[in-house]
């Protein structure tokens, strides 16, 4: 892969803004020992992708509302968003920023930082697909694996899993 915008496939250079109206963070973890999957999204409320010539000059943030988890279970939910977990209300942010990005069998990893519980911890977001839309365009990605425990979110060992899959939809317009 080519860091040249043209060859690679990337819009043209600028900022653009998230359109938080249209974007979703969606979570897939295990619960009960592993026996059961809990699928759940979140709300990017902020962030911003500023694309340069190369994809290696580029940079993204984004910013998710710790207190959007949804599950459609409302005792899940509470829970999740409680002290033992998030605990939302006192960490009510979970932030993104992408620091290097590089290439990994044909796609773009953007290697970076969540900040979430009051810790950074680095994660990869494997870029899948960018679509244009409109002026802007849509980024589908991928985290695996995150640990939970890496962010000292220890509470309910076995009824919540400790390993997490994100996966983001974010729509991106420009500024």
């Known amino acids: 892969m080519t860091d040249d915008s043209a060859a690679s ?4 250079p ?4 998230l359109d938080p109206d249209a974007s979703r963070i969606h979570y897939v973890g295990r619960h009960l020992f592993g026996a059961g999957t809990v699928r759940a999204s979140f709300a990017a409320t902020r962030g911003e ?3 340069a010539g190369t994809i290696a000059g580029s940079r993204v943030s984004v910013t998710v509302d710790a207190a959007s988890f949804t599950s459609g279970n409302a005792r ?3 829970d ?11 960490y009510p942010d979970i932030t993104f920023e992408c620091d290097r990005w590089r290439s990994v069998g044909g796609r773009w990893v953007a290697g970076g930082t969540v900040t979430a519980h009051g ?10 697909r960018v679509v244009p839309e409109g002026t802007g ?3 589908h990605g991928r985290a695996e694996h995150v640990d ?28």
Do not use: C, K, M, N
């Open 49 to 51: 992708l500023g694309l």
């Open 137 to 139: 365009l849509r980024v």
């Open 119 to 128: 810790a950074t911890v680095p994660v990869d977001l494997v870029v899948e």
């Open 80 to 90: 999740v968003r409680g002290r033992r977990l998030l605990d939302a209300a006192t």
């Open 76 to 78: 899940r939910d509470r």
């Open 14 to 17: 600028g900022t653009y803004r």
């Open 148 to 175: 939970r425990t890496a962010f000292g979110i220890t509470g309910v060992r076995g009824l919540a899993g400790r390993y997490l899959d994100l996966e983001v939809d974010a729509a991106f317009v420009p500024v």
């Open 9 to 12: 496939g990337l819009p043209s």
